[in-house]
């Protein structure tokens, strides 16, 4: 009985119609950035200093500059805020006293700066920045910094639970209709964001926006993976990936020339509502209608594909049946990833390594926002990395296999985050050089884990084992702000030692795993078992968009 790819075989395998479908899609694909990384600009910490009233009074008095003004009233105060009190800690002395000099203010009230009482900012903060963030708009500075790190946590802890559920309503009621309604959902809660007063009702919007965004990229995927032909799947797929590096740059130069970020927020949103124009631009998955006993409408859009591509469909497939294929009776369960040694060693290696990438690729990100001179610079510069990374990916992964690529991207992810740590603070370029080879090793290594992932578990348990080792990225992705922000309390490049630690055992970890190039997907638990058994075959590779399974169930070609 033929099969849907040997239809596109004839009608075209990646032609206009697929190519449409893919450039649209790719479109979705850029506009989730904001969502993944938007903390960066929706979260910038600006330098800071408590509020004290008087203090612009007499420094208007005085004449003093910024910089002096800063000295005398600012508790150590180094020249550029660094530590903990110049930035929670104000001097408890009236400014607004008679008879303060201009030359030893705290010495004429009675003090100095080592012996004035200090107390906390009941008057709120000065913020050095021209622009807005949830940071400056709600203080979320020293003992409400940890709402920051609740913040970009909700929507992780919304891609976590929001998988599955969307994955359920893509396999249950389509690709297109899921893509549509959460495309929908999407964008009530970006414009919910932009309204909404209270910083409560933010977190509350931002988690649901991590239920419905991240299965929305994922629903692209599968679609744009389905329409076209085997030969093609991967690359789209990269490409797929590298359209979310574009949307990177896009961002960036959008919250460069948007710095409040209620408006930023209200200007990445508001283009989204274009994408409902899908319903009359986008096709349903063929492969998914035929999955649903659907036929004849399947076969309709396969003619439709063939007419756009300018093909001529043959007449011996016109009004073929397609039949579901029999994938076997068994029952897949959690303890199907525990039960036998390899493909337990093969869970535990993967989960760590899907946690690591997570930690390392949204941690990186962080850590610079919180350490860039120009954040709009450093932001583009850690982005540019990603295609080149892409890059060595396509050319190494089917010369050098799987295994060797992966370590070294960890090890190098691992190693650059400690060289960072260790360049010191006045050679800032160097430092961001090293933070942006890390960034390109940890998307490598983001990169290699997706697909990885479905090589190596038997075709009935393949969806089971990805969407269970791959929930911890969005684990990690919960606990990274935590990490990040506290760390920096104790030593401000400490997570990056935590971030070269992670890396390093994910590299070593890898290579505890089987090599697949040169090998078909696993049917059964034995193959999996026994898959150090050499066998000359062709691999029709899957690709996975970064921190979401999908598309596990591809065809093999022998």
Known sequence: MPTLDDILEHIGEFDRFQKQTFFVLCLLSASFTPVYVGVFFFGFIPEHRCFSPGVAELSQRCGWSLEEQLNHTVPEWDGHGASFDSRCRRYEVDWNATGISCTDPLGSLGGSGSTAPLGPCRDGWVYNSPGSSLVTEFDLVCEDSWKLDLFQSSVNAGFFIGSINIGYIADRFGRKFCLLTTILANIVCGILLVFVPTYLWIVIIRFLQGLVSKGCWTAGYILVTEVVGPQYRRTVGILYQAAFSVGLLVFDAIAYAVPHWRWLQLTVTLPTCFFLLYYWCLPESPRWLISQGKNDKAMKIV??????????????????????????????????????????????????????????????????????????????????????????????????????????????????????????????????????????????????????????????????????????????????????????????????????????IAGGLVLLLPETKGRVLPETVEDVENFHRKRTVLIAASHVVRGAPVSAEEPEQT
């Not at 337990?344 to 350490?371: C, E």
């Open 303 to 504: 003619s439709d594909m063939a007419k756009k591509n300018g093909k001529k469909m043959p007449s011996h497939f016109k009004d073929i049946q397609f039949e579901e294929e029999d994938c076997g009776k068994q029952n897949p369960s959690l303890m199907d990833l525990f039960r036998t040694p390899q493909i337990r060693k093969n869970t535990l290696i993967l989960m760590y390594n899907w946690f690591t990438s997570s930690v390392l690729y949204q941690g990186l990100i962080m850590h610079m926002g919180m350490d860039a001179e120009n954040m709009y610079l450093d932001f583009l510069y850690s982005a540019l990395v990603e295609f080149p990374a892409a890059f060595i990916i396509i050319v190494t992964i089917d010369r050098l296999g799987r295994r060797y690529p992966w370590a070294v991207s960890n090890v190098v992810a691992g190693a650059a985050c400690l060289a960072t740590a260790l360049i010191p603070e006045d050679m800032h370029s160097l430092k961001v050089v090293a933070a942006c080879i890390g960034r390109m090793g940890i998307t490598m290594a983001f990169e290699m884990v997706c697909f990885v992932s479905t090589e190596l578990y038997p075709t009935y348990i393949r969806n089971l084992g990805v969407m269970v080792c791959s929930s911890l990225c969005d684990i990690g992705g919960v606990l990274v702000p935590f990490i990040v922000y506290r760390l920096v309390e104790v030593w401000h490049d400490l997570p990056l030692i935590v971030f070269t630690v992670l890396g390093l």
